[in-house]
């Protein structure tokens, strides 16, 4: 029940313990990864590719809407349908973990944007700013993105990809530009602000409960269920409705893991999807990933999928974690069934959460099943 007149009053150092909590595991446990992907620093990376294999490898800067944003187009047959994929967080760019993404391009010209606030595109305007960051702001530069490919690569229309925050990203631009767009693919999709914060709420409480973590339950009985009082207060949700507060299932964590492992070699010299060679002095990773959910809290507990209409243009396809607490995996199932479109198919994932980026082998599989038979090749 939640009580008013009770707060949890977070020590600088212990709200940047939650907030790291949440890092580490808001993109899936992937956060160490992404921190160590982060190999930038002041120089550009210059060097072309040596991988024969591939038909594209570019990274570049682009003005996108005044700003220079990082995006990375990576593929090995170029008459392959273009994928965009919308990183979560927001503040979770993954454009320099294209390692795990490698068999992806096989079947798809793959294109990793990092948004504003995020990556290197925070790290080339940490001294110059990068605006206001809105959900309006990031759906405006997200169509821009897309518009830059489709001109780029020759190509008419795209398959748009969103994981978690980025499926907020996603349906807005379907819904604004459908003409762009040859499919929609969300997973860990957002659908609610009002019942799936309350719903992943009691699923964390529950689920700390039956494990015995009294800790865990403390904190959430001391919030209360959403609507939250303040930010600090959502971070307490978020941290135990995601590992490793919330224990990952035994898939995941070996799926985490064995990404852990691709990981861990160092990028190639010639690596093209890294922007920068080392990190630069200042760049705290954790903390952008604090300053850009922070700016975008409010709207997004405000935000409904279903507000934007529930008739779609282009297919929908919904890949969510089996047991996603975070953005309850039943909410997305009710709203894959209620929506129109052309064409549509929800798959739960067998042992996965809200990461599932780490099952991007069965991403993979889903999407050439799925979606492949769907949009067509791409040229």
């Given amino acids: ?23 580490f595991a808001i993109a899936g446990t992937l956060g160490a990864m992404i921190y160590t992907s982060y190999v930038y620093g002041a120089e550009p990376i210059r ?16 003005d996108i809407n005044g700003v220079q944003q990082w995006i990375t187009i990576r593929g090995r047959d170029l008459s392959n349908p273009v994928l965009v994929l919308l990183h979560g967080g927001p503040g979770m760019a993954l454009s320099g973990m294209a390692p795990i ?17 995020s990556g290197a595109t925070h790290i080339q305007n940490m001294q110059t700013g990068q605006g206001v960051l809105t959900i309006e702001r990031y759906v405006r530069d997200g169509i821009a993105v897309v518009n830059y490919i489709r001109a780029q690569l020759k190509q008419d229309k795209v398959i748009l990809m969103g994981a978690s925050w980025g499926t907020i990203l996603g349906v807005e631009m379907i819904k604004r530009s459908p003409e762009l767009f040859s499919a929609y693919v969300g997973t860990a999709q957002v659908v609610s602000a009002k019942e799936g914060g309350k719903l992943g709420y009691d699923l964390a409480l529950q689920a700390a409960r039956t494990r015995g973590d009294l800790k865990a339950v403390q904190a959430l009985e001391q919030v209360g269920p959403p609507p939250f009082k303040n930010f600090e207060h959502f971070m307490v949700r978020q941290q135990y409705s995601n ?7 035994a898939a995941e964590q070996a799926a985490t893991f064995a990404v852990m492992k691709l990981m861990s070699a160092p990028p190639p010299a010639d690596a093209r999807y890294n922007a920068f060679k ?31 209409g529930m008739k779609f243009n282009v297919p929908v396809f919904i890949f969510q974690g089996e047991a996603d607490v975070n953005t309850p995996t039943s909410l997305a199932r009710e709203y894959l069934e209620d929506l129109q479109a052309p064409k549509k198919a929800f798959v739960a994932i067998a042992g996965a959460g809200h990461n599932t980026i780490v099952f991007h082998a069965e991403l993979l599989r889903l999407l050439n099943h799925q979606v492949l038979p769907v949009v067509g090749p791409g040229l």
């Fill in 1 to 23: 029940m939640y009580r008013p007149t009770l707060c949890i009053q977070l020590s600088p150092r212990r709200l940047r313990r939650v907030f790291l909590s949440v890092f």
């Fill in 278 to 308: 080392m990190l630069p002095p200042g760049f705290d990773p954790g903390m952008m990933f604090m300053n850009a959910l922070r700016a975008v809290f409010v709207e997004c507990w405000q935000w409904e999928a279903r507000d934007l």
């Fill in 243 to 249: 590992p490793p507060a919330m224990p990952a299932s």
């Fill in 47 to 62: 060097a072309t590719s040596s991988d024969a294999a591939m038909a594209i490898d570019d990274g570049k800067f682009v």
């Fill in 101 to 117: 993404f490698s068999e992806w391009e096989k079947y798809y010209t793959v294109v990793q944007w990092d948004q504003p606030n």
